[in-house]
Structures are given as C-alpha cells and as structure tokens.
Nanobody
Framework: QVQLVESGGGSVQAGGSLRLSCTTSVYIFEGNCIGWFRHAPGKEREEVARINTGGGDTYYADYVKGRFTISKDNAKATVHLQIHTLRPEDTAMYYC????????????????????WGQGTQVTVSS
C-alpha cells in the first residue's frame, strides 16, 4: 500500500512561515517526481511545486516563486515545502503526490499528473 504522509500544517498569522513535510517509502521516493498541491474551499486544486527526487530539478507555479521552496531529504525519503511570508490566500489543504509508473519520469512535463496522493495537511493563515 502506497503511503505519502504530510505533516507541518497549522494556523499562522500572515507574514509567518511554515515547513510542510511529505514522507514516503524509499520505493516511492527514489527516482520519482513528487509534487505539492493545494485545494482551497471554492477553488480548484492547483499545483504549487514539484521536484525530481533523482536529479533534484525543481518546478514552481509562477504565483509562488520566491516564497515557496521545495527540497528533498534523501536519507529520510522526505520532500519539504518551505513557505515564507504566508498570506491569507495561501489558506488551503496542502497535499503531496507522487508519480506512478511512467509518470515517475515525467517531472519536466507541463502535463505531469501524479498517481498517488497523501491525505493532506491544513494550512490556515489569518490576517
């Protein structure tokens, strides 16, 4: 059973920071594409960042560049999402997701779609 477990969410004031973590198995982690998505009430789910755990290449949505940083910890099979200068509009459930099968190798593609999802961690930002 594939598991991606998110942690690190919480309630913070605008301007604060959070570091979200996504831990999974070595099999899922290695040589894969792992991304972070968010889903706010009344809005569509959107991708914020992804990372190629093999080569380390990273990709960001334009609207989070400069505030969000995705990174990996190979020893812990964990992907982090550091969020700085949080805004109320960042309030959402944040999910990590990984490639499955051939999509493990499509991290570079604008049409990348993950195959496995975590349960999410809630981020709430107050003004």
């Amino acid at each position: 059973q594939v598991q991606l477990v998110e942690s690190g969410g919480g309630s913070v004031q605008a301007g604060g920071s959070l570091r979200l973590s996504c831990t999974t198995s070595v099999y899922i982690f290695e040589g894969n594409c792992i991304g972070w998505f968010r889903h706010a009430p009344g809005k569509e789910r959107e991708e914020v960042a992804r990372i190629n755990t093999g080569g380390g290449d990273t990709y960001y949505a334009d609207y989070v560049k400069g505030r969000f940083t995705i990174s990996k910890d190979n020893a812990k099979a964990t992907v982090h999402l550091q969020i700085h200068t949080l805004r109320p509009e960042d309030t959402a459930m944040y999910y990590c997701a990984s490639g499955k099968g051939v999509t493990r190798h499509h991290c570079y593609s604008n049409s990348w779609r993950p195959g496995y999802w975590g349960q999410g961690t809630q981020v709430t930002v107050s003004s």
